[in-house]
């Protein structure tokens, strides 16, 4: 618990604010009940006399806090049992907070002295923008990750996953996948396809970048467009096209086939990161080596690559997620030997109807924070070796 302060702002400030973001949070709850205007007018009105009864006879901020969140959990509790009383507390230590924050004026501690109200208001409402996307965006994720452990074949919660009944949760949609073998087939031609593919749009990607980084090659703009344009263009018309060529060459259906045409749709990604890091790159470096007799391909292996690894690894990165992920070009390339996971999870959806896929679902959410979060190292690692931020 932050430092007490005294009250500076006056209750004509601290209580609407309150009360708009109890209208907000009235909302969700009230949506939730099928009666959404009144879930508003509840929200904003029991805020906003919850802060001023805080605010004028509370002069310490612990004892409101803690009576706020026990109101709230009370509050869940009556109405949606042991999950609404965990909502509510969490309600009810948020607006707890949040009144002493307003009311003591901490809000304007990590800004300027000489910002403005319109300036404080701007720097607020864009941080709670830019929060709704991310929740927006975040909560089809987050409610997968549950529903994965049902108990029940069903794609929504059951009452017994409601009142966190230990009965109600289950890894058999778990075991279903580590047991079954049209699962494991898919996630065997996954795991045999992606890092093949990969391994190709690294190569064919780190040499294009570094021919087109080059001052002297003509109409680089136009090559760049050009093998870039995977990326760009509607994934069903790139699958289309190559299931016409890949059927007059005899790659249709083939391993090979699957294969290329992933490294296809890899290449533009460590094109464009293996380019990003070269903007960077001191040539004088290269220059320097062949005048002490390295040739080329010393002087790449041994200067430029160390320099330029960190991009070609997030390219590879990326170029591994899109294999990995991709369901539509290996629908029209592939044959059912070359039945990737994301193919077995579409069949899930418009066959089976199986909650194994969510499950499946899960895990490569996993993986892909896990191949994100290692990126996002590599970048800073990137910029540190180009200088562009502190050790």
């Known amino acids: 618990m932050a430092k007490q302060r005294p009250i500076t702002r006056p209750l004509g400030f601290v209580v609407p604010i309150v009360a708009l973001a109890g209208a907000v949070a009235g909302l969700f709850v009230g949506t939730a009940n099928d009666a959404s205007l009144t879930g508003v007018l509840i929200g904003a009105a029991g805020t906003a006399i919850l802060a001023a009864l805080f605010l004028t006879l509370f002069p310490k901020q612990r004892p409101a806090f803690w009576l706020s969140t026990a109101l709230f959990a009370l509050l869940g509790l009556l109405l ?17 907070w949040f009144t002493f924050w307003l009311g003591t004026g ?17 720097h607020y409402t864009f941080r709670v923008i830019c929060g709704a996307i991310f929740i927006f965006l975040i909560t089809p994720i987050i409610v997968v990750m549950p529903l994965s452990f049902n108990a029940e074949d069903f794609f929504t919660f059951t009452p017994e996953m409601l009142r966190f009944d230990p009965e109600g949760y289950s890894l058999k949609h778990y075991r279903d996948f580590l047991t079954n073998s049209d699962w494991q087939n898919a996630l065997w031609n996954s795991v045999t ?26 109409f680089r703009r136009a090559i760049m467009a050009i093998l870039i344009s995977p990326m760009i263009v509607p994934l069903i018309i790139s699958a289309a096209g190559m299931y016409f060529f890949y059927s007059r060459i005899g790659l249709q259906g083939t391993y090979l086939g699957v294969v290329l045409a992933h490294a296809a749709l890899g290449i533009p990604f460590v094109i464009i990161t293996v380019t990003a890091t070269l903007v960077g790159f001191d040539r004088s470096l290269t220059r320097a080596a062949a005048n002490m007799g390295a040739n080329p391909i010393t002087t790449f292996f041994r200067v430029q690559m160390p320099l330029i690894l960190p991009g070609v690894i ?78």
Do not use: C, N
Request: positive net charge.
């Open 80 to 96: 949606a049992s042991i999950p609404g009383a965990v909502i509510g507390a969490l309600f009810g230590a948020f607006f707890g």
């Open 193 to 218: 396809i992606a890092p093949v593919a990969t391994l190709l749009s690294v190569g064919f990607g780190t040499l294009a970048a570094i021919g087109l980084s080059q001052p002297h090659v003509p």
């Open 106 to 122: 901490r809000y304007r501690d990590r800004l300027p002295p000489y910002t403005s109200a319109g300036q404080v208001l701007w």
């Open 314 to 391: 997030s390219g590879g990165l990326f170029a591994f997620i899109t294999s990995f992920d991709e369901v539509v070009v290996v629908l029209f390339v592939g044959s059912a030997g070359q039945k990737t996971l994301p193919w077995q999870m579409f069949i899930g959806l418009r066959e089976q109807i199986s909650p194994t896929i969510l499950a499946v679902a899960t895990i490569l959410v996993g993986i892909s924070i896990l191949l994100l979060a290692t990126v996002e190292m590599l970048r800073r690692r990137s910029e540190r070796l180009r200088g562009l931020s502190p050790a």
